[in-house]
């Protein structure tokens, strides 16, 4: 559990008491239900959901208040394992169920060898006051929950960074009972969890108010009394003070507002009904089961039934996902003799290392070694130290390695290791790096037209910043490698989970100080990557191979998910200044943007990333005068690296910003802005690199007509009319993607191919399968270039020993260019084959391959595409930056909770150009993945360090992704049709990254709901909202009397 993992405390016995009889009880009494402690949560709300039905409803006030908490209280996996004891017991200031056992008046029914006894579970028990709690030969053998009565009101909240799966930011228990038939308060109970170590109780508030009218005077009075005695100092624990103070009084009015429409539905004539603006607060936002649609051009009626190239083919290892057969690194058997690898990371941001005591490591039971930076046999990494030899950059960087016999004594080893170290000044943010001139590469800078007689010909000019946050790749397969030694020749076999299949090879020779024909490098696939796994799996390839070679024996190193996010870094965190000239009709004509992106302690892949931001962040929008300034900075965290996009959403993001303030000024609409400054036909970028925008218009054409609009504008605009305190938005976002790299080499690729004499075909090439279908669309290729069925194809895995040389599978050309190698390959043996078909058309394909086999014709063939031709002059700013563009547009709409900041993602329809589709399904998949991970990006994720450079996110207990109540619960996708790309194979586009920036589409949307909110109370509409935009951004942006209380 977690005191294990995360404090190393360690329990020889564990007790579990799911099978002993008496804590399973599940009893009605006259003074209620009785539910036995060892009860899993998933029983308690089976049980209380029957019982619910069956009793008067003034008795179910407790019960519906818990069973609202237990429908999203963690997951349903930890609710069919956890239990209400268990969950009582432990005390969690942010456990739901506790304040509302308290206020409900629960008592807890405890037994010792010797007695039995019986406890209130109160405020007392949950602040673990000595004389209200169980003595340590005690166990909680049941709970006794009473039923409500009449004229009780009980209510539960909570709010999470997600709706679902999440631990609460503050959750609240709420209980009144009035006098009968008035509004004149007997008793009063408001506890909440969240705030500090224990669950805290606002006694004194609630003794102040007995005998006071439930009315609005008593909620001032009562809302002032609260955030006296409940205090949140400014640096408690946790952060989001004046969001998690406004949560309490938030909560109060809620129930306020309840406890009133109760009265009113009791005693109709004697308690008005509520007014429509505060029905508008009632109820938390509820998601349905998303609904999806898809829509994408059929193949043409004359194209073979056996082609499968265009047809919506299942992923190749769909099935085994599903089932858990699909083998990753660590599923891979153990191998004799085989050694586990656990890693000794830093504890300091920045200091240089005076010594390594491995002593006590080595004497731990099973421990075989201790490999450091001076056990490798060449070179010690790169651009950055496998091992950290004279100093330490960042927390999480590697300093030496434990192998021992097993993962847990390995792990038990790197704890025994003691490090000392010398500190040194770190720097860790974009404006600490600013400050101190640290950055990784020279400024670059791109300049179109003349932006000091733009300013001046400018009607208004406006400036900002923008702030947009990092982002976890948080792959279901963590970093992992298996390296096994060969007895002769020093050779290796290297199974990995990465990328960059050569980039390994490479790396781990450098090291050993081989030739890389020695290493061989195996990826059978990978379960994610995002661009994660383009540098850092070499490193721990290193890592483990330097390990092996000390010891002899084969390593495996496979990294638990907290020490994965410990040690590699992700998106790169943005921060952009722009100052924009623009004409009362919404036309920019002038932009000056400086860019910063928080680097790291390396360089890695940051100088293109910024490269990147600077080439796209026109987006969709023609900038007639335009100077971008970017620079990546250096500081003291883990060195940020590739990321789905690479750049351009947070540069997208940014430019929209842009748009939105200028709309903002002018007060005109958003979309007309927009449309005003989109490109128009054959245009030029920044860049100077000449495209057409003809699919860019038909896209958003086709995305207003789709989405309808300008219909749904108005339904949003008189739904805000009547609910003040929700709100909805809707917003329609243009894209331009450039995909692939700025340098031709990147887009080369090589493949191999067999043909056996049965007849059957193994295809392998340079790419690797990241869970994208690149192997599924391959063999569509392969079965179309070959005229076979799909089901004579296999490919196996791809390996440095069939195809040398590989680029890294990345900027969403994987597929298009390994797919070009490939179909080279598969034409050069059909060509081979004419001379047979020729002797006998109407032969199978077994017969040809036998007679071709007969005549010594070679039957296996490799295949090369040079790539595409880009290139860069930065000197000159012009160049064929990217291979290609693809458009595509996004409208999503929302729905926003004022009183507490939860969102609600309504519909999304997207329109993407994606040519002629290889595989619609899986191109849709990708376009619905990416979106959904760019929803994240922007409402969701978001990373903190702590003052001394120590990732505090490591897990997705405080990590959050998107999960299912994050899907819009209409999600529709349109490829348009009869669009074509000359310059792909078969006309098609990658689709593997473009998706993700139109998840911003959610963050303007939920930028206009707050807007909304805010027009509402009079509060200025120029305001800025940063990424992520979270629960707590979204109801501090809000302000309202609540947030004016603190």
């Known amino acids: 559990g977690l005191k294990k993992n995360h404090h190393g405390v360690y329990h020889p016995i564990i007790l579990h008491p799911v099978r002993i009889p008496e804590m399973h009880v599940v009893s009605s009494t006259n003074d209620g239900l009785v539910i036995g402690a060892a009860c899993c949560l998933a029983q308690l709300r089976d049980i209380l959901m029957e019982a619910v039905p069956k009793l008067p409803e003034e008795k179910t006030k407790i019960y519906q208040a818990l069973l609202q908490h237990l429908r999203t209280l963690a997951g349903e996996q930890i609710r069919s394992m956890a239990s209400l004891g268990g969950h009582i017991v432990s005390r969690g200031s942010t456990w739901d169920l506790n304040p509302i056992l308290s206020v409900g008046k629960s008592v807890l029914n405890l037994a010792s060898e010797d007695s039995k006894r019986q406890i209130p579970l109160d405020d007392q028990f949950l602040a673990g006051c000595e004389h209200a709690d169980i003595k340590p030969e005690e166990v909680i053998v049941s709970v006794l929950i009473p039923y409500s009565v009449k004229d009780e009101f009980i209510s539960a909240f909570r709010q999470a960074e997600s709706q679902k799966n999440a631990l609460s930011i503050v959750n609240s228990g709420m209980r009144v009972l009035f006098r009968p038939g008035t509004n004149i308060i007997v008793d009063l109970s408001i506890l909440y969890g969240g705030i500090g170590s224990t669950t805290l109780s606002a006694r004194k508030s609630c003794e102040k108010l007995i005998g006071r009218q439930w009315n609005d005077q008593m909620l001032n009075e009562a809302c002032r009394l609260v955030l006296e005695e409940i205090f949140l100092p400014p640096s408690a624990l946790g952060g989001k003070v004046e969001y998690r103070r406004t949560l309490l009084v938030s909560f109060l009015f809620r129930f306020f507002l309840e406890v009133l429409n109760g009265l009113h539905q009791m005693y109709p004539f004697r308690y008005a009904e509520l007014s429509q603006e505060k029905v508008s607060a009632l109820g938390v936002l509820q998601n349905s089961v998303p609904q999806g649609v898809q829509i994408y051009q059929d193949v043409d009626p004359g194209q073979s039934p056996q082609d499968p190239v265009g047809r919506p083919i299942m992923h190749q290892s769909g099935i085994k996902h599903a089932t858990g057969e699909a083998v990753y690194i660590d599923d891979i058997r153990p191998v004799d003799g085989e050694l586990s690898l656990a890693v000794v990371t830093s504890v300091k941001a920045h200091a240089k290392i005076i010594s390594i005591d491995a002593s006590e490591a080595l004497r731990v039971p099973g421990v075989v070694d201790v490999v450091t930076a001076r056990d490798v046999p060449g070179e010690n990494g790169k651009d950055e130290e496998a091992y950290a030899e004279d100093k330490v950059i960042c927390v999480g960087q590697i300093i030496c390695a434990v192998v021992a016999e097993s993962l847990t004594q ?83 076999d290297v199974y990995v989970s990465t990328q960059h299949a050569t980039g390994v090879q490479e790396l781990v020779a450098s090291a050993l100080n081989l030739q890389s024909n020695k290493i061989m490098c195996h990826v059978k696939r990978v379960g994610g990557a995002f661009g994660g796994k383009i540098t850092k799996p070499s490193l721990f390839a290193v890592i483990a191979a330097v390990a092996a070679h000390k010891t002899g024996h084969p390593v495996r190193f496979v990294l638990e998910r907290n020490m994965d996010m410990l040690i590699t870094g992700g998106r ?5 200044k722009y100052k924009v000239g623009f004409m009362n009709d919404g036309r920019i004509i002038a932009a000056d943007f400086q860019c910063y992106i928080n680097g790291g302690c390396t360089k890695d892949e940051s100088e293109l990333v910024i490269e990147y931001i600077l080439l796209k962040v026109d987006n969709a929008y023609s900038i007639p005068n335009l100077r971008v300034r970017g620079h990546a900075c250096k500081t003291n965290l883990p060195s940020n690296t590739a990321f789905r996009g690479f750049g351009f959403p947070q540069a997208g993001l940014f430019v929209e910003t842009c748009i939105v303030a200028v709309a903002t000024q002018t007060g005109l609409p958003h979309e007309k802005v927009r449309e005003i400054n989109m490109y128009k036909g054959v245009n030029l970028t920044s860049f100077k690199e000449e495209f057409d925008a003809e699919n860019l218009w038909k896209c958003w054409e086709e995305c207003l007509d789709k989405s309808d609009y300008y219909s749904r504008k108005v339904m949003v605009e008189e739904f805000n009319m009547k ?69 004579y194809i296999h490919f196996c895995e791809t390996s440095t020993t069939t195809v040398p040389n590989g680029k890294y599978t990345a900027g969403s050309v994987g597929t298009e260019i390994n797919a070009r190698a490939v ?72 729905e926003i909770d004022c009183l507490t900041g939860d969102h609600k993602n309504i519909r999304t329809d997207i329109v993407m150009d994606a040519c002629f589709s290889i595989n619609p399904a899986i191109d849709i998949g990708q376009i619905e993945g990416a979106f959904i991970q760019g929803v994240g990006l922007y409402t969701l994720e978001e990373i903190y360090f ?96 609540f947030t004016e209380m603190v």
């Open 410 to 492: 390995a792990k038990c080893g790197a704890e025994k290791v003691k490090i000392v170290y010398e500190d040194l000044e770190p720097i860790l943010t974009i404006e600490d790096a600013i400050e101190h001139n640290s950055y990784i590469t020279e400024e670059r800078k791109i300049e179109k037209g003349d932006i000091e007689k733009g300013f001046k010909s400018a009607d208004e000019i406006i400036e900002g910043e923008l702030h947009v946050g990092g982002q976890e790749h948080f792959y279901l397969e963590t970093n992992g490698v298996l390296v096994i030694p060969r007895v002769e020749d020093k050779e290796m």
């Open 572 to 576: 790169h965190p943005f921060f952009g």
């Open 946 to 1041: 702590s003052p001394e450079g120590e990732q505090l996110t490591l897990g997705p207990d405080t990590y959050k992704i998107p999960a299912i109540c994050d899907i819009p619960e209409q999600f529709r996708v349109y490829l348009l049709p009869n669009s074509r790309n000359s310059i792909a194979i078969y006309s098609s586009k990658g689709m593997g990254e473009a998706g993700l920036f139109l998840g911003s589409s959610v963050f303007f949307a939920i930028r206009d709901a707050v807007a909304a909110a805010r027009k509402e109370r009079g509060l200025p509409l120029d305001f800025t909202l940063h990424s992520p935009l979270t629960v707590e951004r979204i109801r501090m942006a809000c302000e309202d009397v």
């Open 823 to 894: 179909q080279d390959a598969c034409q050069i043996l059909w060509k081979r084959l004419d001379p047979i078909r020729r002797d006998n058309p109407n032969g199978k394909w077994e017969d040809w391959i036998s007679e071709a086999h007969k005549q010594s014709i070679n039957l296996s063939a490799t295949g090369y595409f040079k790539g595409y031709v880009t290139n860069v002059n930065w000197d000159t700013q012009k160049g064929h930056a990217f291979p290609y563009f693809l458009f595509g547009v996004a409208c999503s709409e929302v």
């Open 723 to 791: 609910n003040y305190w929700k709100k909805k938005g809707i917003a329609i976002i243009p894209m331009k993607f450039s995909v692939g790299f700025n340098a031709t080499y990147f887009h080369q690729a090589g493949a191999l191919v067999h043909i056996y004499i049965d007849g059957s075909v193994l295809v392998t090439h340079g790419g690797i399968e990241l869970g994208q279908g690149i192997h599924t669309k391959i063999l569509q290729i392969a079965s179309r270039e070959l005229k076979i069925p799909l089901s």
